[in-house]
């Protein structure tokens, strides 16, 4: 177990996916970027493990309402000036697919680190440039987009401001950035709500499709030990973006934040 994520049967022949040691770095998601490589190396090779079951536990999951959430969320992007849209940690290209269609005349470029993730949802897209590559060092020139959109990424890296400064950099000028993600409950109700789901009926449905526990009790304490709505919207505008504005979907099960690069065409 490195890092809290579970890299023992991890098919992978990367050493350092294995050899990544010390202590459990999930609840501390503000704290990652104590060793950004060797989370990120065992957090990829777990995406590849569970990239075969990952959509239909999607669907299981959160009841086929996933859907609608990645719908509010490209909604989200409304308002950017025209060019290029990025899918960050992309997975499985749900939200590239949407962008394709919401944007037919723009470029759509999709990022993961994760190979097996891209691989498997090939099938989804028709135009999309997918490419294998990391969230913290994004192969990308400044202000080479004019929308960028990440569903349930931000809370899987390493170093969250690093993430979000990738972000604000290759970003335009009027830029919008959409992030979908399940964070971390701010109330007590729902604190509640979600660490039952995260604790026992996310792990349990993980053991019975993915035959991987594990993983997904990964998933789950990842989701835990993330940052709160209200903190990211915070850090966002640390990192220089504007306008940021975050609203709840479903009960607040997830939530959509949008944020601006201020400047652009008048
Ligand atoms: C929970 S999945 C979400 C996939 C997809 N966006 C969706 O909406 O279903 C998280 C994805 O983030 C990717 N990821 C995590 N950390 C990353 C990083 N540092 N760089 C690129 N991709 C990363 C994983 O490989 C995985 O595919």
Redesign the pocket.
């Given at each position: 177990m490195a890092f809290g994520i579970p890299t023992k049967s991890a098919p992978t022949s990367e050493p350092s996916a294995r050899g990544a040691a010390v202590g459990d770095l999930v609840p501390e998601a503000r704290e990652r970027g104590r060793d950004p490589d060797g989370h990120?190396s065992a957090?990829?090779a777990m995406?590849?493990r569970i990239?075969p079951t990952?959509d239909v536990l999607?669907k299981v999951m959160t009841a086929g309402i996933?859907r609608r959430w990645?719908s509010r969320a490209v909604a989200a992007l409304h308002g950017a000036p025209s060019g290029a849209a990025l899918?960050?940690?992309?997975?499985?290209?749900?939200?590239a697919a949407l962008l394709e269609r919401a944007y037919p005349t723009e470029r759509v470029v999709a990022?993961?680190?994760?190979a097996k993730?891209l691989e498997l949802g090939r099938g989804k897209v028709t135009r999309t440039e997918s490419l294998v590559?990391?969230?913290?060092a994004l192969p990308f020139d400044d202000g080479a987009f004019t929308r960028v959109i990440?569903?349930?990424?931000m809370?899987?890296?390493?170093d969250l401001r690093r993430?979000l400064s990738e972000v604000r950099r290759v970003l335009a000028p009027g830029g919008v950035f959409v992030t979908?993600e399940l964070f971390a409950p701010a109330l007590a109700r729902s604190k509640a709500f979600h660490s039952l789901f995260a604790k026992r009926v996310l792990p349990a449905m993980g053991k019975a499709i993915a035959r991987d526990e594990e993983a997904y009790g990964y998933?789950s304490k990842s989701m835990l030990g993330f940052v709160t709505r209200g903190e990211y919207e915070d850090m966002l505008r640390d990192e220089g973006f504007s306008a940021v504005r975050g609203s709840d979907l479903t009960l607040g099960v997830a939530s959509v934040v949008r944020a601006e690069v201020a400047g652009g065409p008048a």
């Open positions: 990120a957090a990829r995406f590849d990239a990952y999607n996933d990645r899918d960050l940690c992309a997975g499985t290209l749900d939200l990022c993961d680190f994760s993730m590559a990391d969230a913290l990440c569903g349930f990424g809370r899987n890296l390493s993430g979908l998933l």
